[in-house]
């Protein structure tokens, strides 16, 4: 037994180092390529893995698990807050209008309605990571489109889980509804009534969400003391594993207990750090997952019944396509943005893996459904970077603004400049004008063509493109560069540009401009040491000559705002990470740092301090009254 398991490990990693680089090289993405070395290994090709892929099937469902966990990790609220209309109105009527239109043609074909209904909602979802490392790898991301594309995928993550909720009652028999929802941790028939599992539920979730806020966090604390970065792995693995234990006790699905298991930890200071230790964890068991699903699909039935598997997915994919079109424009995104939508979307995504495999176990779909299914959802995920290519090429230059269709300035190499720039607006432009005054070399990128234009005709080089961009990056000089100056106007994208200049090139330096506090907060959080408020520094002078202007020595107001900011700096570092973990304390603590500067200043007598500053006063000295 040990020697099948160790063989069959093996074999599934050979395959998983051979086929996603190379899936990755040729553009098609990882989950892609985990799913052809499956498909490679699988009984249809190479025969290396027979039955005994449903096994490892059952093991591999934790990498599911792991990724219900990460989905939860997320969500925080105030991403949520931002993003709540298109997430719950672009993302619901897509999720809503997909399984209906699906659900119509179904029965329409003679599909049984509650078959229907569940093709339907397995055809809504997307496949969340394709689209998101296409979108980056592309530039798109940032784009009206792309974040569009991001608030519906985020709404179909968080819809599988009443997916799941609904799927039982889809099932095909009276019986099958009570094994689907009843069943415990070995599997046995519950025949618990309805009003009680509902109860279980209710309990195990206010349980979930206590513990997380009465003992996951002091936990967590305690290991931050001992300082054991596996402890932290531990008792992550141990919140997944024991939540998931206990929904499936009550017999209710894994995947819903370790959702919330991630919400409950998206609260915690410590999220971040737990995203990166997991990260490891959750790509391996995810990778074996997919292979997993690889080994199943039936190429036998594709060859078999060609037309039909491939009408399924021509059809499905341009009903999609419509759907996601039609609602892009409803909500009144640019043309270039409803088709960035419509041909990001189209496909049947990962998590249709998942509901197809729950929906098997609930007998919602029988072999004969689950088979056509799964190679329906495999293709359209083959094809998906087939309608990027598209987008591209000939659907975005078609629709876009003749400013919006500008390529990126090409950037000549003429020896390594000390400095780049990423936005070159009012703020950049001060920074820039002090250094070029200084005989620094710098390379400039900004994505506004008008303000691009304007400076080329003052005599000022700066390169149009976008510094999300990481060959972009490369070709500024980023790798031989000594700072990195982010002084792009949009907050979102500025963050999004320090994660990935932190990420690729962590040896260089970034000086970064804030809008305001909270941006403040996002930028000190991606890792910048040296982040500048834009208003700070003008409303801190225009503060001292307000107290001038009532009265105050020159030195005294100095002295006196200095005091101020250096109580405000140190309090706002202090917050930084306390606003997105816990607001509530946050705004508490906001309060206790207004009143202590106004404690402090009291202390500081302001006729005191005049008389031993009205030596350094050199304008009341000119006047005589110093």
Same mark, same amino acid.
């Given at each position: 037994?040990?020697?099948?398991?160790?063989?069959?490990?093996?074999?599934?990693?050979?395959?998983?180092?051979?086929? =996603?680089?190379?899936?990755?090289?040729?553009?098609?993405?990882?989950?892609?390529?985990?799913?052809?070395?499956?498909?490679?290994?699988?009984?249809?090709?190479?025969?290396?893995?027979?039955?005994?892929?449903? #096994?490892? $099937?059952?093991?591999?469902?934790?990498?599911?698990?792991?990724? $219900?966990?990460?989905?939860?990790?997320?969500?925080?609220?105030?991403?949520?807050?931002?993003?709540?209309?298109?997430?719950?109105?672009?993302?619901?009527?897509?999720?809503?209008?997909?399984?209906?239109?699906?659900?119509?043609?179904?029965?329409?074909?003679?599909?049984?309605?509650?078959?229907?209904?569940?093709?339907?909602?397995?055809?809504?979802?997307?496949?969340?990571?394709?689209?998101?490392?296409?979108?980056?790898?592309?530039?798109?991301?940032?784009?009206?489109?792309?974040?569009?594309?991001?608030?519906?995928?985020?709404?179909?993550?968080?819809?599988?889980?009443?997916?799941?909720?609904?799927?039982?009652?889809?099932?095909?028999?009276?019986?099958?509804?009570?094994?689907?929802?009843?069943?415990?941790?070995?599997?046995?028939?519950?025949?618990?009534?309805?009003?009680?599992?509902?109860?279980?539920? /209710?309990?195990?979730?206010?349980?979930?969400?206590?513990?997380?806020?009465?003992?996951?966090?002091? /936990?967590?604390?305690?290991?931050?003391?001992?300082?054991?970065?596996?402890?932290?792995?531990?008792?992550?693995?141990?919140?997944?594993?024991?939540?998931?234990?206990?929904?499936?006790?009550?017999?209710?699905?894994?995947?819903?207990?370790?959702?919330?298991?991630?919400?409950?930890?998206?609260?915690?200071?410590?999220?971040?750090?737990?995203?990166?230790?997991?990260?490891?964890?959750?790509?391996?068991?995810?990778?074996?997952?997919?292979?997993?699903?690889?080994?199943?699909?039936?190429?036998?039935?594709?060859?078999?019944?060609? *037309?039909?598997?491939?009408?399924?997915?021509?059809?499905?994919?341009?009903?999609?396509?419509?759907?996601?079109?039609?609602?892009?424009?409803?909500?009144?995104?640019?043309?270039?943005?409803?088709?960035?939508? *419509?041909?990001?979307?189209?496909?049947?995504?990962?998590?249709?893996?998942?509901?197809?495999?729950?929906?098997?176990?609930?007998? =919602?779909? #029988?072999?004969?459904?689950?088979?056509?299914?799964?190679?329906?959802? +495999?293709?359209?995920?083959?094809?998906?970077?087939?309608?990027?290519?598209?987008?591209?090429?000939?659907?975005?230059?078609?629709?876009?603004?003749?400013?919006?269709?500008?390529?990126?300035?090409?950037?000549?190499?003429?020896?390594? *400049?000390?400095?780049?720039?990423?936005?070159?607006?009012?703020?950049?432009?001060?920074?820039?004008?002090?250094?070029?005054?200084?005989?620094?070399?710098?390379?400039?990128?900004?994505?506004?063509?008008? $303000?691009?234009?304007?400076?080329?005709?003052?005599?000022?080089?700066?390169?149009?493109?976008?510094?999300?961009?990481?060959?972009?990056?490369?070709?500024?000089?980023?790798?031989?560069?000594?700072?990195?100056?982010?002084?792009?106007?949009?907050?979102?994208?500025?963050?999004?540009?320090?994660?990935?200049?932190?990420?690729?090139?962590?040896?260089?330096?970034?000086?970064?401009?804030?809008?305001?506090?909270?941006?403040? $907060?996002?930028?000190?959080?991606?890792?910048?040491?040296?982040?500048?408020?834009?208003?700070?520094?003008?409303?801190?002078?225009?503060?001292?000559?307000?107290?001038?202007?009532?009265?105050?020595?020159?030195?005294?107001?100095?002295?006196?705002?200095?005091?101020?900011?250096?109580? &405000?700096?140190?309090?706002?570092?202090?917050?930084?990470?306390?606003?997105?973990?816990? &607001?509530?304390?946050?705004?508490?603590?906001?309060?206790? *740092?207004?009143?202590? +500067?106004?404690?402090?200043?009291?202390?500081?007598?302001?006729?005191?301090?005049?008389?031993?500053?009205?030596?350094?006063?050199?304008?009341?000295?000119?006047?005589?009254?110093?």
């Amino acid at each position: 037994m040990t020697g099948d398991v160790l063989g069959q490990a093996f074999v599934y990693l050979c395959v998983a180092v051979v086929f =996603v680089p190379l899936a990755k090289h040729f553009g098609l993405g990882a989950v892609l390529g985990y799913l052809i070395a499956g498909a490679a290994i699988g009984p249809y090709i190479l025969g290396l893995v027979g039955n005994e892929g449903s #096994d490892i $099937m059952h093991f591999a469902e934790f990498g599911v698990v792991m990724m $219900m966990f990460l989905v939860g990790l997320e969500l925080r609220p105030a991403l949520l807050w931002d993003l709540r209309r298109p997430i719950l109105g672009l993302g619901g009527l897509q999720v809503l209008a997909t399984a209906a239109a699906t659900a119509a043609i179904a029965v329409a074909l003679g599909v049984p309605w509650r078959l229907g209904v569940a093709v339907g909602l397995v055809a809504a979802m997307s496949s969340t990571a394709i689209v998101l490392a296409t979108l980056g790898e592309r530039g798109l991301q940032q784009t009206n489109g792309g974040r569009a594309s991001f608030s519906i995928l985020l709404f179909q993550d968080i819809a599988v889980i009443p997916i799941l909720a609904v799927f039982p009652l889809l099932a095909m028999g009276d019986g099958a509804v009570g094994a689907a929802v009843g069943h415990g941790a070995e599997g046995v028939e519950d025949a618990r009534p309805a009003w009680q599992s509902a109860l279980a539920l /209710v309990a195990a979730v206010a349980g979930i969400v206590a513990g997380g806020r009465f003992v996951v966090r002091p /936990v967590f604390q305690f290991l931050a003391k001992v300082r054991l970065r596996e402890s932290f792995i531990a008792f992550a693995l141990l919140l997944v594993v024991g939540i998931a234990l206990l929904m499936d006790t009550v017999g209710f699905s894994p995947a819903l207990g370790t959702f919330m298991a991630g919400v409950v930890l998206a609260d915690s200071e410590y999220r971040h750090e737990l995203e990166a230790d997991i990260e490891p964890f959750k790509g391996l068991l995810l990778g074996l997952f997919f292979i997993s699903v690889g080994v199943q699909i039936d190429f036998g039935l594709i060859i078999a019944e060609p *037309a039909t598997i491939l009408g399924m997915v021509v059809l499905g994919m341009l009903v999609k396509l419509a759907v996601l079109y039609t609602l892009a424009r409803g909500f009144g995104l640019d043309r270039g943005a409803r088709w960035t939508v *419509a041909f990001a979307l189209p496909q049947i995504g990962e998590f249709a893996f998942v509901l197809i495999s729950f929906g098997q176990q609930s007998a =919602v779909f #029988d072999a004969a459904t689950a088979a056509p299914l799964l190679a329906v959802v +495999a293709i359209s995920m083959a094809v998906t970077p087939l309608f990027f290519v598209a987008l591209e090429r000939w659907v975005l230059p078609a629709v876009a603004e003749p400013t919006a269709s500008r390529p990126h300035d090409a950037i000549e190499a003429h020896g390594h *400049a000390r400095v780049v720039m990423a936005g070159y607006g009012r703020f950049g432009q001060i920074v820039g004008r002090i250094l070029r005054a200084n005989r620094i070399s710098m390379t400039v990128l900004d994505l506004d063509p008008e $303000m691009v234009d304007i400076l080329a005709r003052l005599g000022i080089k700066v390169h149009y493109g976008d510094a999300s961009r990481i060959e972009l990056l490369h070709a500024a000089g980023c790798t031989h560069a000594e700072l990195f100056v982010l002084a792009v106007d949009d907050a979102e994208v500025a963050v999004t540009i320090a994660k990935t200049v932190r990420e690729h090139f962590p040896s260089l330096r970034i000086i970064a401009r804030a809008r305001d506090r909270r941006h403040y $907060m996002e930028l000190r959080r991606a890792g910048i040491p040296e982040v500048h408020r834009e208003t700070f520094a003008s409303g801190y002078e225009a503060g001292i000559g307000a107290l001038r202007a009532l009265g105050f020595r020159a030195h005294t107001a100095h002295r006196l705002a200095k005091r101020w900011r250096d109580h &405000e700096e140190r309090e706002l570092e202090a917050v930084i990470h306390l606003r997105e973990s816990d &607001e509530e304390a946050y705004f508490a603590r906001a309060r206790l *740092a207004m009143q202590e +500067a106004e404690r402090l200043m009291r202390e500081a007598d302001p006729d005191k301090l005049g008389e031993t500053d009205a030596a350094w006063d050199n304008s009341s000295l000119r006047s005589g009254n110093g």
